[in-house]
């Protein structure tokens, strides 16, 4: 994974995550400041960024929400208070309601990203500055290290497109953590085709096959899947 160290310093008041990225400087500052990049690594598996407002220019603001799988929403805000293109910026990153406003109780911290680069390869820094360490020990307890762990171990097949990221490694597969695999393969066949793999049950039955000598018996698809394998014509092997 890129991220190679995440450390908290109640005496510093601050949370620092160092990765590291086998992609040029250039392509990393594009993908940390370009919010349709953003959305597909700032929230962790399970909770996909929307970015609604960005702003990018001192005093600007960006505005977004993380969504739950049961589709609850949590809303944030960056404003921008310094930007050394390309390689950094600062905000003060914000909990805000729906209205966007600062969310009582919850703490405003500024926030820096730092871009390093050498011989093709990058560096991104990203410390976050507290106000205090009650509000640094809040932002821990919400799950700020793991969850910034896993929306940041995204970033590498952002800086690459799917072609490059998938070509020659086959099926790969990925434990984030201990609720969430990531499953990556190049697919020859169109976008289209791939979706109707994955939602039509006729095609699902096709190849989500289970070991060999087994079968998908019962697929039903709508806002939940339910899938029933069995072993040859032995109904005691049933499961799903």
């Given at each position: 994974m890129p991220v190679t160290d995440i450390t908290t310093d109640p005496e510093a008041l601050t949370m620092t995550l160092t990765a590291e990225f086998d992609a040029p400087a250039s392509r990393l500052w594009s993908a940390i400041t370009d919010p349709r990049q953003l959305e597909r690594f700032w929230g962790p598996p399970g909770w996909p960024a929307t970015f609604t407002e960005f702003d990018f220019a001192v005093g600007g603001r960006a505005s977004y929400h993380m969504t739950s799988p049961r589709g609850e929403a949590s809303h944030g805000s960056w404003e921008f208070l310094n930007i050394d293109e390309p390689d950094s910026f600062e905000v003060i990153d914000s909990f805000v309601g729906d209205d966007g406003?600062?969310?009582?109780?919850?703490?405003?911290?500024?926030?820096?990203?730092?871009?390093?680069?050498?011989?093709?390869?990058?560096?991104?820094?990203?410390?976050?500055?507290?106000?205090?360490?009650?509000?640094?020990?809040?932002?821990?307890?919400?799950?700020?290290?793991?969850?910034?762990?896993?929306?940041?171990?995204?970033?590498?097949?952002?800086?690459?497109?799917?072609?490059?990221?998938?070509?020659?490694?086959?099926?790969?597969?990925?434990?984030?953590?201990?609720?969430?695999?990531?499953?990556?393969?190049?697919?020859?066949?169109?976008?289209?085709?791939?979706?109707?793999a994955h939602h039509e049950p006729e095609l699902l039955r096709q190849w989500l096959l289970g070991p060999d000598g087994w079968q998908m018996i019962e697929c039903e698809v709508g806002d939940t899947y339910r899938y029933v394998w069995q072993q040859g014509d032995d109904e005691s092997t049933r499961f799903g």
């Open positions: 406003e600062p969310l009582e109780g919850f703490p405003s911290m500024r926030m820096t990203f730092g871009i390093d680069g050498t011989d093709g390869r990058s560096r991104l820094t990203n410390i976050t500055y507290f106000t205090s360490v009650e509000a640094l020990e809040q932002v821990v307890a919400m799950g700020a290290v793991e969850g910034s762990r896993m929306a940041i171990s995204q970033l590498d097949a952002v800086l690459q497109d799917l072609r490059a990221y998938a070509q020659g490694k086959g099926t790969r597969t990925e434990i984030l953590d201990d609720q969430h695999v990531r499953i990556t393969r190049l697919i020859e066949g169109s976008r289209e085709l791939v979706w109707r």
